[in-house]
């Protein structure tokens, strides 16, 4: 089984939290040093992944159709599947990146008996789309332990995502759907056979690592309940770079496992096919534009190769070319 | 060399289940199954055109004969190509195998083979990448998914990048665009850096370079092909009509994957061609120097597939023509949309395409000039500027099979449907999910289709033979149009096999047979010179 | 062709983003949360000034003491509450709690405007903050 290093690994990481504050009480590295390091390595990581990319060529205009050419005048072009114009590539980015246009085709294919069946396969899609969301919504909700006063738009947001005014304190919405989706898309992972037989370690990990992060998070929230204020001295501390000695501050374990998962979320990213958050823009067959026969493309590594010229193949079949009456170039 | 092993029964090549094994899949070595691959690529046809490491050679020979420094070139090669394609590049990376092309590819509906997903079609490669050029792959090896370069993985990536079309199907469903067909050209590269390539790749390359074709037809050849062809014409429809070769001054240069010069029933589709430009009085001229639009040089390198579409824009250079027009070809057309000007552009030397017959300006080809044949047929209909006879075609139950390039690769989508439309009353849709973008490949594209390997043809072709079998017994579908020379080589086979009684016609075919020509004789034969059903009947009477 | 400009423009922005949090907060000296002042008339006006239980046991969980509290005030009709300690207090908002932290602005709003929170408890009761 490839869940087990995972598991494993992400069991370890929260030890190593909970040994490193809870017997140790090293505050400092866990609640300060290393969340530093974590967010410099993901910010200089994910540039240098980009810069590396950026520095390969892009030779040729290979867009992915998904949809009818802009040709003659009188025929329909498809304007967002199959874009010829900078802004409707913009159009169908904004499609991919926001609602996950490609994986909505997603379908699904069966062999009954001697034929092939198709089926609707919305659920990876879903999964996927509330997973991202959450998350997106979740990382904004934080800000408001990183900014002082707290910008309205983040406290809209947060009381959006508690409306239904369950508990004390608030029920999160995300909370809920961020662990469903990273259930599911864990439990596909273990459960359908062909995706259980492509996965990697590099699979698990991740949702592992997310899944974590999320429930020590709403532990913190629900269970192991820390004094806020104190945790958002700490936090303000590190974003305006006055870190107050965290020691001081009385902080429950449960914050330094949490705050650690996310370090090491943060710190694995760059590193791994999280990566596919920066690749996707960055996608040739899908943020180009389908417009190679009006506008030339070029090519910054276009070399010129041999070639077996018209007038070598003359030379080659010309008494043939004479006796079937073609014309020639040179008699 | 073996004998071609006779294609199995249907209910053996379907004999399987999408199950995985229970062997990790790096753990189960390649098993060269006859009939699921083509022969190693001869030495002579490496020569003709310069490529490395050329000898006579077999995919069943225990030793290779690589090169020493086989690796080192692979790797080299590898980090080569990771600079010139950031898609390539990017794929190796992203990949979050989400599983999401897993059932995409014809060739694991049709094999049940894990491999043949394109996610770990892409593994196959990605593994290797890791473990030379990442930092968790060199730390961490299998953990991370790397594995070592072994003979064993070169020969695992040989058996599987020559069991992929490169029809770009999985690209389509892919949250991130990625396009196996990508990671399988750079295979195909690596691989024929090592001088291993199929031999129905290497020799129609050879043949195209040397004689301008992929079968090597020599000059005065494709000019008694054409002539024949023509006399059949005269024989239906009682129209003379001279043909016209390397003819200097003409305003359009016609280029035809040669597949239609030469073989049923591409020839047809041809004759179609033919009969349609007389009519219009069109200046065109074909030439036998640039007398292929096909280009097998793709399934090679990119600089072999350069090489080879080079031919198209000297010729038009040499004969002063205007534009070029080309004929229905899927992979041409990929091509032609996304590669030629980049490679042997730009097209300075000729005018933008405007259509002489409706004055139509083909501003989609403003800069490649080079116009599809689908479009300008289209344009001509659109202006009912070609008279046509819908009910010689009135025997016929008609669907349309997207070929892939051009469906993906440049999004021809409606034009040949609404030639279809206007020449025939019969005309249906397969399913949604394997027309248009979801197209199915027929199994045969990017230099698969070859004899020896027929079974794996067979069940690459099977999802799109599956779905014309939904048509046929739904609504009695007997005709598979198409717009591609390898459709039309290798969809009759797969019909004959999994869908008895479905022909396989060009759209330009049967425009050919609807066209009516001005002082033609009473049409009582189709272009295959079989009786056009009721049309015979009122001749007698 | 490399489309640098796009990526140069895509990597300002995404580093914008990710450093917002510290761009937004330059030139923030690093400040501390607010501070609770327990010295108001109202505290000396009391013969016994203690909480009902500890102030950092409060400090995390004063939330769900009262949410507890106000179920089983209202459905359950009890009126007192033995801390952990065994000692009595009068259980009610506005009897027990709001009799030291009569400050509302002052105490309560404090700490929730700095952490962003809002308790719904001021839907019914006024807090003190019209003053009680």
Known sequence: ?331 | MARAPKAPKAEELLDFDFSPPAADWMETPVDFKPGTFCYGAKGKNLDIMDLPNARDWSPTDEDWRLPAEWQGTIIEGLADRMKKYRSFRLFLDICVRCGACADKCHFYLGSGDPKNMPVLRAELLRSVYRRYFTRPGKLFGRLAGARDLTVDVLKEWWYYFFQCTECRRCSVFCPYGIDQAEITLMGRELLNLLGLNTDWIAGPVANCFMNGNHVGLEPQTIMSNVEFLLEDIETITGRHIEPSFNRKGAEILFVAPSGDLYAEPGTYTCMGYLMLFDQLGLDYTMSTYASEGGNFGFFTSNETAKRLNAKIYAEARRLGVKWILGGECGHMWRLVNQYMDTWNGPADFLEQPVSPVTGTKFTNAAATRMVHITEFTADLLYHNKIKVDKSRNDHLVITYHDSCNTARGMGLLEEPRYILRRICNNFVEMPEDTIREKTFCCGSGAGLNAGENMELRLRGGFPRANAVKYVREKHGVNVLANICALDRASLPALMDYWVPGVKVMGVHELLGNALVLDGEIERTLDLRSDDLPGKEEEAIV | MYKGGGIIVGLTVFCLVATAPFLLNIGRAAESGPTLSLDTPAIHLLSDPSCVESASYMRAEHMRLLAEWRDQAVREGRSEYVNSAGAIFALSLEESCLQCHSNRAEFCDACHNYAAVEPYCWECHDGGATGS
């Open chain 1, 1 to 331: 089984m490839k869940i087990w290093p995972s598991f494993l690994a992400a069991l370890a990481l929260v030890l190593l939290a909970w040994a490193g504050v809870g017997l140790f009480h090293w505050q400092t590295l866990f609640g300060v040093v290393i969340p530093y390091l974590a967010f410099l390595t993901f910010v200089a990581g994910f540039i240098r992944r980009v810069v590396l990319w950026g520095r390969s060529a892009v030779p040729f205009r290979i867009p992915t159709t998904c949809g009818q050419q802009k040709t003659l005048p009188w025929i329909k072009q498809d304007k967002l599947e199959n874009p010829s114009s900078p802004w409707q590539v913009l159009g169908r980015m904004c499609l991919e990146v926001f609602l996950f246009r490609s994986l909505f085709r997603n379908i699904r294919t069966e062999k009954r008996g001697a034929a092939l069946g198709f089926g609707s396969a919305k659920w990876l899609w879903l999964g996927g789309l509330v997973f991202h969301w959450s998350m997106l919504i979740i990382l904004l909700r934080h800000l408001r332990l990183f900014l002082n006063p707290v910008p309205a738009p983040i406290r809209g947001l947060e009381a959006l995502d508690s409306f239904l005014q369950i508990g004390a304190p608030l029920l999160y919405i995300t909370d809920l759907t961020i662990v469903f989706a990273l259930t599911y898309l864990f439990l596909r992972r273990v459960v359908v056979p062909s995706v259980r037989y492509i996965s990697q370690p590099a699979d698990y990990f991740p949702l592992l690592l997310l899944l974590a992060a999320a429930l020590s998070g709403i532990l913190m929230r629900w269970f192991f309940r820390v004094d806020i204020r104190a945790v958002k001295e700490l936090t303000m501390g590190l974003v305006t770079f006055h870190p107050l000695p965290p020691g001081q501050l009385s902080i429950g374990v449960i914050f330094y496992i949490h705050i650690f998962l996310v370090s090491c979320l943060f710190a694995y990213f760059p590193w791994s096919k999280l990566m596919h958050a920066g690749g996707v823009f960055l996608s040739p067959t899908r943020n180009m534009s389908n417009n190679s026969r009006a506008v030339r493309h070029v090519n910054p590594w276009n070399y010129p190769v041999k070639t077996h010229a018209y007038a070598e193949y003359e030379e080659q079949f010309r008494e043939k070319m004479r006796k079937a009456g073609l014309p020639l170039e040179t008699e």
